[in-house]
């Protein structure tokens, strides 16, 4: 378990440190070093990265599958063949993600990633779940089956965490009745509480954010912006996260859901401390383009993946990305030109502290778990590391 991985650009949460290295001990970083480091003993594995990236293993709050696969497919393969396909390109730590179905799905699906955290040996941590519905505006259901949504019901609700320890995170639309009590229970759990999939206007959204609602998901998509009602021009979910400075959004980085103009906007105005990349990938991430089922191989919808974008059959909307998370860096840096340090940041230490995990994931510092990956000027990763054991080395 002990490693040093030397001759490398640390990416760090501010800087590039030109050369350095990490050691590791028992799947913790123990030391980060500049130069070529202190002579270690023969008990340690030496790995020479060759003057590529050294960055803390990326973080991934919002993905519906990969592969292949989705995890409302409900099944243990599923879950393991989905996350390793997203750990070969530099996810280290992921929260597998629903999408609106029937309650005996979602119910089926807690109980086989309850079972999958037992029996799938190595892969990225799995850090929890996400719930994405079904409590959404339908005007803005985007790809979300109409078939399920609805405003919150709380013995509903309930019912759901009660059934489920591993939910980490749930998105909303906070104008819906029942909403803002909803974001007030989730937060009292611990539980991040998102605004999506809304049509809420400012005064809605600055309301739900003193209920409890924190985040943003997938910023742009599926919610309202400036818009009349009655001659009266209103904010929506867009220009309110930018007007309520603690918010803190998410964004994907594909290079198809947002443009580079957005791309710059978003950063320009919220900056990397408030920003995360996510994929919000369906299972069509890392496979050939074609005709695929966005959510479970029973009941999800059918989706065509063309031009690097999954969407409705009738193209009127996107249905989810395929992207994977070297992409969303590799777009942040060579379409947006964020620096590298930025980018690797909204992929790692913000999504760390918006799940509250910072204090062992994120950035590569003394004490925290030996989460890397190593990637060379084009993102292409070249080594996963999972808690000190290499998953993947293609160095």
């Given at each position: 378990?002990?490693?040093?991985?030397?001759?490398?650009?640390?990416?760090?949460?501010?800087?590039?440190i030109?050369?350095?290295?990490?050691?590791?001990?028992?799947?913790?970083?123990?030391?980060?070093?500049?130069?070529?480091?202190?002579d270690?003993?023969?008990?340690y594995?030496?790995?020479?990265?060759?003057?590529?990236?050294i960055?803390p293993?990326?973080?991934?709050?919002?993905?519906?599958?990969?592969?292949?696969?989705?995890?409302?497919?409900?099944?243990?393969e599923?879950?393991?063949?989905?996350?390793?396909?997203?750990?070969?390109?530099?996810?280290?730590?992921?929260?597998?993600?629903?999408?609106?179905?029937?309650?005996?799905?979602?119910?089926?699906?807690?109980?086989?990633?309850?079972?999958?955290?037992?029996?799938?040996?190595?892969?990225p941590?799995?850090?929890?779940?996400?719930?994405?519905?079904?409590?959404?505006?339908?005007?803005?259901?985007?790809?979300?089956?109409p078939?399920?949504?609805?405003?919150?019901?709380?013995?509903?609700?309930?019912?759901?965490?009660?059934?489920?320890?591993?939910?980490?995170?749930?998105?909303?639309?906070?104008?819906?009745?029942?909403?803002?009590?909803?974001?007030?229970?989730?937060?009292?759990?611990?539980?991040?509480?998102?605004?999506?999939?809304?049509?809420?206007?400012?005064?809605?959204?600055?309301?739900?954010?003193?209920?409890?609602?924190?985040?943003?998901?997938?910023?742009?998509?599926?919610?309202?912006?400036?818009?009349?009602?009655?001659?009266?021009?209103?904010?929506?979910?867009?220009?309110?996260?930018?007007?309520?400075?603690?918010?803190?959004?998410?964004?994907?980085?594909?290079?198809?859901?947002?443009?580079?103009?957005l791309?710059k906007?978003?950063?320009?105005?919220?900056?990397?401390?408030?920003?995360?990349?996510?994929t919000?990938?369906?299972?069509?991430?890392?496979?050939p383009?074609?005709?695929?089922?966005?959510?479970?191989?029973?009941?999800?919808?059918?989706?065509?993946?063309e031009?690097?974008?999954?969407?409705?059959?009738?193209?009127s909307?996107?249905?989810?990305?395929?992207?994977t998370?070297?992409?969303?860096?590799?777009?942040?840096?060579?379409?947006?030109?964020?620096?590298?340090?930025?980018?690797?940041?909204?992929?790692?230490?913000?999504?760390?502290?918006?799940?509250?995990?910072?204090?062992?994931?994120?950035?590569?510092a003394?004490s925290?778990?030996?989460d890397?990956?190593?990637?060379?000027?084009?993102?292409?990763?070249?080594?996963?590391?999972?808690?000190?054991?290499?998953?993947?080395n293609?160095?």
């Amino acid at each position: 378990m002990k490693k040093v991985l030397k001759n490398g650009k640390i990416v760090t949460p501010i800087r590039i440190i030109d050369s350095g290295g990490v050691i590791i001990d028992d799947g913790v970083i123990v030391d980060v070093f500049k130069g070529d480091g202190p002579d270690v003993g023969d008990d340690y594995d030496v790995i020479d990265v060759q003057g590529r990236y050294i960055a803390p293993g990326f973080i991934d709050i919002h993905t519906h599958g990969a592969g292949g696969y989705d995890y409302m497919d409900g099944t243990i393969e599923a879950i393991e063949k989905a996350s390793k396909m997203h750990m070969s390109h530099g996810t280290t730590t992921i929260v597998p993600t629903t999408l609106t179905s029937t309650m005996d799905e979602l119910f089926a699906f807690f109980d086989c990633y309850r079972q999958a955290k037992k029996e799938i040996k190595g892969g990225p941590n799995l850090l929890g779940l996400h719930l994405e519905g079904p409590y959404f505006s339908m005007e803005q259901k985007g790809a979300q089956d109409p078939r399920y949504i609805k405003n919150p019901d709380r013995d509903e609700y309930l019912k759901v965490l009660d059934h489920s320890d591993d939910i980490v995170r749930w998105t909303v639309a906070p104008e819906l009745e029942g909403a803002l009590e909803m974001g007030r229970e989730l937060s009292n759990r611990g539980i991040v509480c998102s605004i999506g999939h809304s049509n809420a206007v400012y005064e809605e959204v600055l309301e739900a954010y003193e209920n409890g609602y924190t985040h943003v998901t997938h910023l742009y998509s599926g919610m309202s912006m400036v818009r009349r009602i009655n001659a009266y021009r209103y904010s929506g979910v867009v220009e309110s996260s930018y007007l309520i400075d603690e918010m803190t959004v998410e964004i994907i980085a594909d290079g198809s859901h947002l443009p580079e103009s957005l791309l710059k906007l978003i950063y320009k105005i919220k900056g990397p401390d408030k920003i995360c990349l996510v994929t919000d990938s369906m299972r069509a991430a890392g496979m050939p383009e074609g005709e695929y089922r966005l959510g479970s191989l029973e009941d999800g919808q059918v989706v065509i993946v063309e031009d690097g974008v999954a969407k409705l059959s009738d193209r009127s909307a996107f249905a989810g990305s395929v992207a994977t998370a070297d992409m969303l860096v590799r777009t942040m840096t060579q379409i947006a030109h964020v620096p590298m340090a930025d980018a690797v940041k909204m992929l790692t230490l913000t999504p760390a502290r918006v799940m509250g995990i910072d204090n062992e994931k994120g950035s590569l510092a003394p004490s925290k778990d030996a989460d890397i990956v190593v990637f060379d000027d084009n993102i292409d990763i070249k080594l996963v590391m999972v808690g000190g054991n290499v998953e993947i080395n293609r160095l």
